[in-house]
């Protein structure tokens, strides 16, 4: 190269993209663009005090003895089905998880129906089976429904949208808001299967998995550990935007700080191979059968053993604590001892280029 | 994970680190070229628990953040159009540039798709003949050898429509322009192990020799990283001027042979400009005149396209070394990764990105108050 050519010209950089005229896929990716997104558009505009709290579920008081938690969630996985799950066990388990996650126990769902024209009518069949299957698991009921069916090409195949709605237990208050300085973080079991089963099914991680999706009804582990501990503080299922996300969020709910140690944090070997060779990291990937507890540390291994003695809660540890400060931020202690913020899924999850 | 967890086994580390500490006597300024050894630093807190004579400034080894808006905007001028199948690896969608991204082409239409290989992208050639499939081929030495397969495979299956829109670029012209700089502060580096891997690391004795400036290939992995470390060091304490090789798990001194032979036959070198450093001559790839049918900007003619980029962040003086993300007045306040003001806060590998992700300013700041 000719040498004395060289020449730095300095600062050059692109003017800001907002994102602010059109949906883009980062929207729908449960990070901060999904939450921006929630606060500018839906929050703003339905203002109420179950809404604003800012839980998985809306936790309502109409007047009866009980508490209701009320939640729904859509569903819109490709492919329909997949190692360990299909959209319809997802739909059910989505939404029981997200009502039981106030502490409460879901009695009803119903389900809402967008077919594509030329769905196979079996493909329909196994889907219905399998929400029956895992409604029968929940111990709840599929009350009412609905069903739509739209031009081929305008749906992938099919579109599922759950609702549901359970009673709080008496004399329980689980939230995001409740997480206090001292308190332990317990994480159910591993991170990371469901995203990297779906990415697997898809066919898109170049090689073989033999991984399942973790997709599971976590009601009866949530009553088995309020049944040992009522007084537990927040419970929360890390789904899209992974571990990393739900833990921002309850960081800023609770206006505290999580300090998380990086060689508790269970993952599976095989999703860690996909990671590294991806370029993912498993604080992000989304879950469908993991909750996170947040407990008085006096009642941390009482519950622990509660939940190591239950199917979906076996791999049950502790992770981290809370802590007083930095306020609303999530760290993590490194396995050589550096300490790192963990911050929330910004957009999409974009595999590294190499 | 076997080859993985070997490589970050802590007390090792601190081994190494503890032999650094007993090494220097004074101060010394490393530059990291590679934006994959960047965010491995910040993400396991490597800077954190080096002596505080060691600093580290990150280099314009992310691919992602050095392609200039120029090609940004011919990739977006061609994913736009309805008869293309527009394909990238997947730090290159949230991009900006001169007024979208690939996001946004996306949104409106444009058929987007994120491969892991450019090598799925001829797959999807083969499976739509009816498409126009172009691959967004940016990167070091490190993507070219799987980037030149994808046209080599495309030629031999005698696909027609099948392209790639190339940005490549090579260390060892960049490494030469920093250290040609006035401004430049940086006293040894650490090259980048993945690129050596490919090319070995012959090209570089006479840049060393030229500029005086010790060279360690170092690898990405904690324990690598700190021994490239511990090695340039110790190179520079005994005021020796050399290349030495702390990654001889991966690299030869010749490198792999077939894969640069492949992008010989593929690729030519030629002039390139870097997003946030200008144009450096002779420092990039592009396809060779017997591959132009294969050669994306001639098919679309989008050549003559041109950009200009507007000085708003210092995301140059960052890939330069002579900043830090922190010193941006912007960073973590009008720029965030959701809304990148440059391309160093979009990719993963962007200094700018792992200082905001792993929260290296408030850290630093609870340091120092």
């Known amino acids: 190269m000719s040498e004395e050519t060289v020449n730095i010209e300095g600062a050059v950089c692109a003017p800001p993209l907002t994102h602010n005229e059109l949906i883009v896929m980062g929207h729908g990716a449960g990070g901060r663009m999904s939450h921006q997104l929630i606060q500018k558009a839906f929050v703003s505009a339905f203002q109420n005090t179950a809404l604003n709290a800012g839980d998985d579920a809306a936790l309502v008081e109409p007047g009866l003895r009980q508490k209701l938690s009320i939640s729904t969630d859509s569903h819109v996985v490709f492919p329909l089905f997949f190692p360990g799950g299909d959209i319809g066990k997802l739909a059910v388990c989505g939404t029981v998880n997200d009502v039981a996650m106030l502490g409460a126990k879901p009695l009803y769902l119903t389900a809402g129906f967008i077919l594509e024209e030329g769905l196979p009518m079996d493909t329909l069949k196994r889907v219905v089976e399998s929400m029956r299957l895992a409604a029968e698991e929940a111990g709840v009921q599929i009350v009412a429904g609905d069903t739509k069916v739209v031009q081929k090409g305008k749906a992938d195949g099919m579109y599922i949208t759950t609702a549901g709605v359970g009673v709080v237990r008496e004399g329980v208050n689980v939230s995001g808001v409740n997480a206090q300085p001292g308190d332990v973080v317990i994480l159910s079991g591993t991170l990371g299967d469901h995203g990297i089963a779906v990415l697997g099914a898809r066919g898109e991680l170049g090689f073989q998995s033999s991984l399942q999706s973790d997709v599971a009804p976590l009601n009866h582990l949530i009553a088995a550990m309020l049944d040992a501990s009522p007084n537990i503080h927040v419970l929360r299922d890390p789904t899209r935007g992974g571990l990393a996300t739900t833990l921002n969020e309850i960081a800023v709910q609770s206006n505290a700080g999580i300090l998380l140690k990086e060689e508790s944090i269970p993952v599976h070997p095989e999703v860690n191979a996909a990671c590294e060779m991806l370029g993912f990291d498993p604080l992000y990937l989304a879950n469908e059968g993991k909750l996170v507890a947040i407990v008085p540390k006096e009642e941390a291994e009482k519950v622990l053993a509660v939940m190591k003695s239950t199917k979906y809660g076996e791999g049950a540890v502790i992770i981290g604590e809370v802590v007083a400060e930095p306020k609303s931020r999530v760290l993590l202690k490194t396995a050589l001892g550096s300490t790192r913020v963990v911050d929330m899924l910004a957009g999409e999850m974009l595999p590294r280029i190499c | ?369």
């Open chain 2, 1 to 369: 994970m076997k080859y993985v967890t070997e490589y970050r086994d802590a007390e090792l580390v601190k081994g190494v680190i503890d032999e650094i500490r007993r090494t220097v006597t004074r101060p010394w300024t490393l530059m990291e070229i590679c934006g994959g050894q960047t965010h491995s630093i910040v993400r396991h807190g490597i800077d954190q628990l080096l002596p505080p004579q060691i600093e580290l400034v990150h280099g314009p080894g992310c691919p992602v953040c050095v392609t200039p808006l120029e090609l940004i905007d011919k990739a977006l001028s061609i994913a736009a159009r309805p008869d293309v199948i527009f394909c990238s690896y997947g730090d290159m969608l949230r991009v900006p540039g001169s007024s979208r991204d690939l996001f946004s082409v996306k949104a409106k239409g444009g058929d987007v798709r994120v491969v892991y290989s450019p090598l799925d992208a001829v797959t999807l050639a083969q499976k739509n003949p009816d498409k126009q499939v172009v691959f967004f081929a940016i990167g070091f030495e490190t993507t070219a050898p799987p980037n030149v397969m994808s046209v080599l495979q495309a030629q031999h299956l005698g696909l027609k429509n099948f392209s790639i829109l190339v940005s490549h670029v090579r260390v060892p012209p960049a490494i030469s322009a920093i250290l040609s700089s006035p401004h430049n502060r940086v006293q040894g580096f650490l090259l980048a192990g993945h690129v050596n891997a490919v090319m070995g690391y012959h090209e570089y004795p006479p840049l060393v020799e030229k500029f005086g400036v010790p060279m360690v290939v170092t690898g990405f992995e904690p324990l690598d990283l700190v021994q490239g470390i511990l090695k340039t060091v110790q190179l520079l304490e005994e005021g020796k001027v050399e290349v030495a090789n702390a990654y001889q798990r991966a690299v030869t001194l010749e490198g792999l042979k077939p894969a640069q032979d492949a992008i010989n036959k593929v690729f030519m070198e030629c002039d390139r400009k870097w997003r946030g450093i200008g144009m450096i001559p002779m420092s990039g790839w592009g396809l060779r005149p017997e591959f132009d049918e294969f050669n994306a900007e001639k098919r679309f003619d989008v050549e003559s396209l041109r950009a200009e980029e507007s000085p708003l962040c210092i995301a140059g003086q960052i890939l330069q070394g002579l900043k830090k993300p922190h010193h941006c007045p912007a960073f973590g306040k009008q720029c965030t990764p959701e809304n990148p003001l440059g391309a160093t806060m979009v990719s993963s590998e962007g200094a700018c990105a792992a200082y905001y992700r792993y929260g290296r300013v408030e850290l630093t700041q609870s340091v120092t108050s």
